[in-house]
């Protein structure tokens, strides 16, 4: 699947070097891993984050000059915050000529009926929200759902494990879900947020905030560790991708047993 792209169209834009190289390693993603194969139709879940809109974009990069042939269906879910702006995204999935829906939960009435004062209802949110878009994907007759998770999001959640969860644990490329049905892939995992970042300049994305008021509080730890990591990368700057290859080193022998 991963393939040269040279001097290549998008959309009527230019495909970037620092695109080629995002398409290059979510390209050899896919492979290593299998996320896609012959016939799959893949969900697309869209965000309105610049994450989310730039996996779409490199999957159906992908999916043009693949031998492999494979369905994206694009999903923007509104879980009922006040104040969020869901017809951005539609605007900006019409013109692709693709199939995209835009699906409406009232799950911030139910998080503020169960919700206490002295609680963030991250977990709730969470269960919610991927209930209902293995729901939709049911719906849709889509196995796997694609989740634009990058490098950063990856080694801020092997670290948070390590630090407030005893474990050693990350976000992993393939997951199957608990019901057997369901596959969550995350094509994204070998690129940084950076790269996604010049990608989302260079394409304009409309990125859309999420409204949920228990945001700011319940991003702080993770926050707090990509400082560390940020501030570590200013002093060695090889530090991304040693804990990148970290996550696919696994010495179990130099680790304890039960």
């Not at 269960?127 to 878009?133: E, Q, T, V, Y």
């Not at 950063?152 to 049905?181: F, K, Q, T």
């Amino acid at each position: 699947m991963c393939q040269v792209l040279r001097a290549m169209l998008y959309e009527g834009q230019r495909i970037t070097r620092a695109e080629r190289r995002i398409v290059s390693r979510a390209g050899e993603m896919i492979d290593r891993f299998g996320l896609v194969a012959e016939g799959d139709r893949v969900m697309v879940c869209v965000s309105g984050g610049k994450d989310s809109y730039a996996l779409l974009d490199v999957l159906r990069i992908l999916a043009a000059r693949s031998p492999v042939r494979f369905e994206l269906v694009a999903v923007h879910l509104d879980q009922g915050w006040q104040g969020s702006r869901h017809a951005e995204v539609e605007r900006w999935l019409g013109p692709k000529g693709m199939e995209h829906h835009v699906v409406h939960r009232d799950h911030a009435s139910v998080i503020a009926e169960k919700q206490s004062s002295d609680t963030i209802p991250c977990s709730l949110c969470s269960r919610l929200r991927r209930g209902a878009l293995y729901g939709i994907a049911d719906d849709l007759g889509c196995a796997t759902l694609a989740l634009g998770h990058h490098l950063d999001d990856a080694i801020e959640s092997l670290l948070l494990n390590m630090l407030h969860n005893g474990r050693l644990a990350s976000l992993p490329p393939s997951l199957r879900a608990r019901d057997g049905r369901h596959r969550v892939i995350r094509p994204l995992l070998a690129v940084t947020e950076a790269e996604i970042l010049e990608m989302a300049r260079t394409r304009g994305y409309p990125v859309v905030r999420c409204t949920c008021p228990f945001v700011c509080a319940s991003t702080g730890e993770r926050l707090r560790v990509r400082k560390i990591v940020d501030d570590l990368q200013r002093l060695h700057p090889r530090v991304r991708d040693s804990l990148r290859r970290a996550l696919s080193n696994v010495q179990t022998e130099f680790l304890w047993g039960e």
